[in-house]
């Protein structure tokens, strides 16, 4: 299974980037799609997540301007991003769980400019 993320870019504060991430390869049972981004110096961290029947969770400092979304058919997860701020600038890389295992996307670079 092969993840492939696109979307990134730079942008201005206040501005809005739509993230793609797209599994390709052997897959009968997707559970978990989401989004998750470093900052250069700092931790991986959880920004939003879907599950099945579309449950959907999202970090408290993104909430109301990100939006996570998914394409079964497509076996792909989006992230839409409005209202961006300088401290959303981070490679933001997605994950998959399915059929018990774990992928990681290679990372997709959004920056914020002030």
């Known amino acids: 299974v092969q993840l492939q993320a696109s979307g990134g870019g730079l942008v201005q504060a206040g501005g809005s980037l739509r993230l793609s991430c797209t599994a390709s390869g052997s897959i009968f049972s997707i559970n978990f799609m989401g989004w998750y981004r470093q900052a250069p110096g700092k931790q991986r961290e959880s920004v939003a997540a879907?599950?099945?029947?579309?449950?959907?969770n999202y970090a408290d400092s993104v909430k109301g301007r990100f939006t996570i979304s998914r394409d079964n058919a497509k076996n792909t997860v989006y992230l839409q991003m409005n209202s961006l701020k300088p401290e959303d600038t981070a490679v933001y890389y997605c994950?998959?769980?399915?059929?018990?295992?774990?992928?990681w996307g290679q990372g997709t670079l959004v920056t914020v400019s002030s």
């Open positions: 994950n998959l769980i399915a059929d018990s295992r774990a992928y």
């Open positions: 879907i599950r099945n029947f579309g449950i959907t």
